[in-house]
């Protein structure tokens, strides 16, 4: 439960989610829809939510997804570049209009008539440390085999909402511009005082009195922190799981995995190569050939 009582469900998602999934703040989902697709839109009960809580792909939850007027839209909220989000996207797609066209009676699939359906719009809001440009098309067929024509493509519209980038986004929504305030000054904050609890008190009490998500912090302070939290262990974890790797890839020969998770930690985690070597435990007497390699391919 939330400290203040007011959220009728526990959450156990990211703070994206948190703030613009949640049916209590349509509003800053619609204000997030205006500000990615330039419109006006005034009533928050336009939108229709209809993320589907029990999925979970490589260990995530997706985060949100919701119909208005004629547009489906899935976000989604990634810390760490993950250049298979399009196969993430064309799964629960898949699975959102199949509940659509069941939901739905006027919808004959058997009908001699083309039936419309909602337009797709696909995008994922990054935030991670890797510096990465504003926007950045993915595309399903890029996991293709290059020599084979394919019938099928997503796309899915990137979108970097560090602090300080896309300016004109953020400022035409304010909740996503204070979301982007927030977390750069908890990390900030975490580095400086190495504890992360401490740091989103600070990163809140940073935040402008006239601010629209702040209150709800305030009010959700434990679920905030569990979330951040949560995140952090995800990321020891997948350093972790990295760092077992090294012994199986030296066992079978594969340099180009050992180098490929050396590349994953440094982009990911923000690691310096030496420090991705000492998580996964290369050798001292293997580390120059590997930085030379890391260099060979830079």
Known sequence: MSESGNTSREYKDRLFKFLFGNPDNKEWTLSLYNAMNGSNYTDPELIQI???EDVVYMGMKNDVSFLIENTMNLYEQQSTFNPNMPMRFFIYAGMLYSKFIEGKKSYLRYSTV?????????????????????????KLSDCF???????????VMMININYGHNKELLNACKPLKEYSFFVAKARENTEQTGSLEQAIDAAISELPDDSIIRPFLIANKAEVKRMFITEY?????????QAESYDVGKAEGKAETILSNIRTLIETLNFTAQQAMDALKVPEQERAQIEEQLAMKS
Not at 145 to 155: A, P, R
Not at 233 to 241: K, M, P, T
């Open 50 to 52: 209809n993320t589907i």
């Open 114 to 138: 083309l039936q419309k359906a909602p337009t797709p719009k696909c995008i994922c809001f990054y935030n991670g440390k890797t510096e990465k440009e504003d926007r950045l098309v993915l």
């Open 145 to 155: 085999d290059k020599n084979v024509s394919s019938d099928i493509e997503l796309k």
């Open 233 to 241: 262990d995800e990321e020891r974890a997948r350093a972790e799981l």
